[in-house]
């Protein structure tokens, strides 16, 4: 969910600038969480990385709040495999726009996407670009002609998309 709705739909039955003030309250503190204990990685997220940015450019198109990305990889130190990111707390921008954004930035000519929900199969087809579902995450979708269902599947889907 895009990071500047979920305020209505957890607290609902708060006002709009309540609503605000709480969920920068719970955003501040994600922040400084994942900055001192980082999160939990699918197996394998490193070696598979490593494999794919030496292959191909990597990025990151989330709907996270500002400083998420930059939390996460100050963490992790995986910040080395991209080489961009954007997300709606940076532009305010639902991330079909993102995704966009990332294409034009980069001049990238043959992109695809991979992600886990129904909205990332739709803003990958905005973009007219190929979409991968991680099943294995956190949504489903309706329908998918590229679908892994673990991490380590997914250089194997990109050779086949690419030939």
Not at 13 to 36: D, G, Y
Request: aromatic share 10%.
């Amino acid at each position: 969910m895009q990071h500047d709705l979920i305020g209505a739909h957890v607290f609902p039955h708060l006002s709009q600038s309540q609503r605000i003030q709480l969920i920068e309250m719970c955003f501040a503190e994600e922040l400084r969480v994942i900055r001192c204990k980082g999160g939990a990685l699918y197996s394998g997220l490193d070696s598979v990385l490593s494999e794919l940015s030496n292959r191909y450019k990597l990025f990151i198109v989330s709907n996270c709040q500002s400083g998420y990305i930059e939390s996460f990889f100050d963490f992790h130190k995986l910040d080395k495999y991209f080489g961009d990111f954007e997300c709606s707390g940076n532009t305010k921008m639902p991330k079909q726009d993102n995704i966009k954004l990332i294409m034009d930035r980069n001049s990238l000519g043959k992109p695809l996407y991979v992600g886990d929900t129904q909205g990332d199969l739709d803003a990958a087809a905005e973009n007219g670009i190929p979409f991968i579902h991680a099943s294995y995450g956190f949504g489903k979708v309706a329908d998918c002609k590229y679908v892994i269902s673990a991490l380590s599947e997914l250089a194997s889907i990109i050779e086949k998309i690419g030939k």
